[in-house]
Each structure stands twice: as C-alpha cells, then as structure tokens.
C-alpha cells in the first residue's frame, strides 16, 4: 500500500508541475505575440483557463474515488491475503466473494448469528418514513412561508435558519429528553420524528416556491380553491423537481446516520440496530477476518446510495440549481 500511495502522490506533483509549466509559456507566448497557428495553439490561446480547471477536477476526483476503490479490492480479499500479505491493493490470491456471504452468517461473541437481514430492513423503514414524512412537514412549512400572510412571518423565517449554525452534537441531550419523555426510546421512531425538524430541507423548498407566480395562487384561491388544494394541484407539480431532489437528501442521510442510532437503540435488542449501527459493530472486531467483512457492509450499504444517485444525478443538479432561481 506505502509503493502505491508514494506513485500517487509522484503523479499528483507531476502533473501539477507540468500543468504550471504550460500555464507559463502559454502566458509568456501570448504577452511576446507568439502563439502557433496550429490547432494546439489556438485552443490553449482561448481554453487556457477551462483546461485548467479540467485537469484539478479530474485530480480532484481521482483522490476521492480511490478510498472508494480500497474499500472495493478491501471487501474482494480473503482472510488469507489479509493475514499473511497485509497491505496489498491488488490480493496475491485474486478476489473473492467470500466477505459478502459470511457478512450474512457472522456471528456474534456468544455464537448466535448477527441479524443483518433485519438491519437492512430497519435502515430501509427509518429512511423511507424520514423521507416521506419529512417532505410533508418542510413542504407545508414552506408553502405556508411562502403564500400564506402571517405575523412574525419574517422574523420566525430568520430564526429557523439560525438555528442551522448550531451544531447537532449541541441539541442531542435535549432530543435524548424528549424521546425519554415521549417514551419512544428503545424504538425505530426515535429515529425518525426527531429529523422532522430539520431547517436545510426547507429553506431549499422555500426557494422554489418562491419562484412560483404569486398571481397563480391569487387566482386558485379566486376560484375558490383552499390552500389544501391549492398545495396539491398547482404548487406540488411545480415543484416536483425540488421536492424529489431533498427526498433523496433525506433518504441518504437518514440511510447513513450512525451516531444517534446508536445512541438510541445502544447495545440491547440487536434487532432494532439499522445496517450502519451494525457495520460499526462488526468492525469494532480488529481480526482479520471481521476487517474484509466490515468492508464487505460498508460497500454493500453504499450501493442503495451509489444507485439513486447514478439514476437521479440530472435531477440532483436540476433541483439545486433551479432552487434559487425567482420566475
């Protein structure tokens, strides 16, 4: 592993050196009037910047994808290569599906079998009623911001959108009260009602309806159309777009919250543990064994994630980038 990250970081200053030495004689040939003719040199000439930019991103990208293709040859190695050839990016043995079917049959310190089946399965209730659920709360919230006049409107807006600089690890003892209060703890909503609260969601909804014509509302609710109705009809179908996009923010956040489930739910029943909690316990064992397994959870867990986005990257940027924009 040491030889593979030392090429790497070899290649990164290479080519950054060689991306400075071209941004030089291109700035020095432009200021003496002397760039070739050719195609090279008219396309550096007026791309000089966009070229640049190309190559970081692409740097860039390449860093971040490689923990992810660790991760990927991690979970493809047997036992065998982690024990005896540890460090190996490319196992001696080649790759194996092993990890992935003894993730399903491993088994815990007094014998009985890790139920990872029913995390997989929590993990998909906790993320689905958090999405949904929550796409209810912020689009009224927002739809009543945006169309409906109240007192303290404004100033109620304000202070929503202070409480985003507090940081969450600052409000978990509150939460942690509150569900002990509802008598909730213990449980899979515990999970979900506390994420209803959340300000990101609804200030990128408000942003889009703000867009949205007020003379569209005013007529709806001339033609004696309630605000129900008025939501449903004419303000969701416009905003299907933003609306998709925060419930595919809100399934992956709650697919992936590690910290206040495992607060929650602690070490009791096993079976209320989502597929994160689990992940984390499976890799607190620093055997060999439990660390190809542990990779095996971590890259299994990452699929739903890797999927939506591959499928949904287009509305992803329709969304955010639509979401500011006033009609």
């Not at 200021?31 to 740097?59: D, E, W």
């Not at 919250?257 to 620093?286: C, E, H, R």
Request: charged share 10%.
């Amino acid at each position: 592993m040491t030889s593979w990250l030392t090429a790497a970081i070899a290649i990164i200053i290479t080519v950054f050196a060689l991306l400075v030495i071209l941004d030089v004689v291109v700035i020095t040939l432009k200021r003496k009037r002397a760039m070739p003719t050719n195609f090279l040199g008219r396309y550096f000439s007026k791309h000089l910047v966009q070229f640049n930019s190309f190559i970081v991103l692409t740097v860039f990208c390449i860093i971040w994808i490689v923990p992810l293709l660790i991760g990927v040859f991690g979970s493809l190695t047997s036992q065998y290569a982690f024990t005896n050839h540890p460090g190996e990016l490319v196992p001696s043995d080649g790759f194996t599906f092993d990890n992935f079917e003894k993730l399903f049959t491993y088994k815990d310190t007094d014998g009985s079998r890790l139920p990872v089946e029913r995390w997989i399965l929590n993990s998909f209730i906790v993320s689905i009623s958090s999405t949904l659920l929550y796409l209810i709360v912020a689009g009224f919230a927002a739809y009543a911001f945006v169309f409906l006049r109240f007192k303290f409107r404004n100033i109620l807006f304000m202070f929503l959108i202070f409480t985003m600089v507090i940081p969450g690890v600052a409000t978990l003892t509150p939460q942690l009260a509150n569900i002990a209060n509802l008598g909730i703890a213990r449980s899979l909503w515990a999970l979900i009602l506390p994420g209803l609260g959340g300000v990101g969601g609804l200030y990128l909804i408000r942003q889009f309806m703000l867009g949205i014509p007020k003379d569209l509302i005013d007529s709806a609710k001339m033609d004696g159309m309630n605000n129900f109705k008025i939501m449903f009809r004419i303000v969701l179908p416009l905003a299907k777009s933003v609306f998709f996009v925060q419930g595919l923010f809100c399934f992956m956040g709650a697919w992936n919250d590690l910290l206040w489930p495992q607060i929650i739910l602690g070490t009791g029943n096993k079976s209320l543990w989502t597929l994160q909690v689990g992940i984390a316990y499976i890799s607190g064992d620093k055997t060999a064994n439990a660390i190809g397994i542990s990779l095996a959870g971590a890259i299994f867990s990452a699929l739903p994630i890797i999927i939506l986005y591959i499928f949904t990257q287009n509305k992803i940027i329709e969304g955010v980038a639509t979401s500011g924009v006033k009609g």
